[in-house]
T-cell receptor, first 114, second 110 residues
Framework: NAGVTQTPKFQVLKTGQSMTLQCAQD?????MSWYRQDPGMGLRLIHY???????DQGEVPNGYNVSRSTTEDFPLRLLSAAPSQTSVYFC?????????????FGDGTRLSIL | SQQGEEDPQALSIQEGENATMNCSYK?????LQWYRQNSGRGLVHLIL?????REKHSGRLRVTLDTSKKSSSLLITASRAADTASYFC??????????FGKGTLLTVNP
C-alpha cells in the first residue's frame, strides 16, 4: 500500500516557468490537500478538495491552481513560478473531509525557484 | 485562521527521559492533533483528541487537552534516539481545515 505519493521529489525552476506537482493516493480518500512548509512558518494550506470535482482555497492560494478529476489524483500547478514559491510542498489525504480525521502525508516535493 | 503555538521551540534530552511539549491556541476548536516529522520526510499522525476529551494515550504518548486554558500537551515517556524529530500540533475547527503550528524540535541524545 503506497499511501500518498508525490512526484517529483526535487525540482529547480527558473522564474516565470510553470510546472505541475503530482500527488496520488491509493487509499480511496475523499479529502486531499496541499501545504507548503517554509522555515519558521509551519505548514500553510494552499488548496484542498473534499471530493472529485470539488476544490477550494486555503490560506495561501495565490499563484497556484488545482483540479480534482479523479479521487486518486490532486495535482498542484504553479502558473508562473516566483522565487517566493521556493518551499517544500506536501500533499495530504484523509478518509473524508469531516472534522477530526487524521491526515496522511506524502514525503514532499522540494522546489527551488531561481 | 488561528495557529497553534508550540512551546518550547526546541528541546534536547537524554535517552530514557520524558519529553513534554505544549500547544496553546486562542479560539475554540473541534479537535487537536499531534504529528511527527522526521528530517526530510512528511508528517506522520500520532494522536487526535477531541474537544470533549481531556486525555488520551497511545503507547508511550500521552496527550492532554484543557479547553478552559486553550492548551494541550504531548508527553513522550522513556524517550529513544529514534524519537528525534519535529512535533507539530494541528487545530481542527468547524470546517475541514487543519491549522498547523510551527513545531517543536526534539533531540534525544543517546
Amino acid at each position: 500500500n503506497a499511501g500518498v505519493t508525490q512526484t517529483p521529489k526535487f525540482q529547480v525552476l527558473k522564474t516565470g516557468q510553470s510546472m505541475t506537482l503530482q500527488c496520488a493516493q491509493d487509499m480511496n480518500h475523499e479529502y486531499m490537500s496541499w501545504y507548503r512548509q517554509d522555515p519558521g512558518m509551519g505548514l500553510r494550506l494552499i488548496h484542498y478538495s473534499v471530493g472529485a470535482g470539488i476544490t477550494d482555497q486555503g490560506e495561501v492560494p495565490n499563484g497556484y491552481n488545482v483540479s480534482r478529476s479523479t479521487t486518486e489524483d490532486f495535482p498542484l500547478r504553479l502558473l508562473s513560478a516566483a522565487p517566493s514559491q521556493t518551499s517544500v510542498y506536501f500533499c495530504a489525504s484523509s478518509y473524508s473531509g469531516q472534522r477530526g480525521q487524521p491526515q496522511h502525508f506524502g514525503d514532499g516535493t522540494r522546489l527551488s525557484i531561481l | 485562521s488561528q495557529q497553534g503555538e508550540e512551546d518550547p521551540q526546541a528541546l534536547s534530552i537524554q535517552e530514557g527521559e520524558n519529553a513534554t511539549m505544549n500547544c496553546s491556541y486562542k479560539t475554540s476548536i473541534n479537535n487537536l492533533q499531534w504529528y511527527r516529522q522526521n528530517s526530510g520526510r512528511g508528517l506522520v499522525h500520532l494522536i487526535l483528541i477531541r474537544s470533549n476529551e481531556r486525555e488520551k494515550h497511545s503507547g508511550r504518548l500521552r496527550v492532554t487537552l484543557d479547553t478552559s486554558k486553550k492548551s494541550s500537551s504531548l508527553l513522550i515517556t522513556a524517550s529513544r534516539a529514534a524519537d528525534t524529530a519535529s512535533y507539530f500540533c494541528a487545530l481542527g475547527g468547524s470546517n475541514y481545515k487543519l491549522t498547523f503550528g510551527k513545531g517543536t524540535l526534539l533531540t534525544v541524545n543517546p
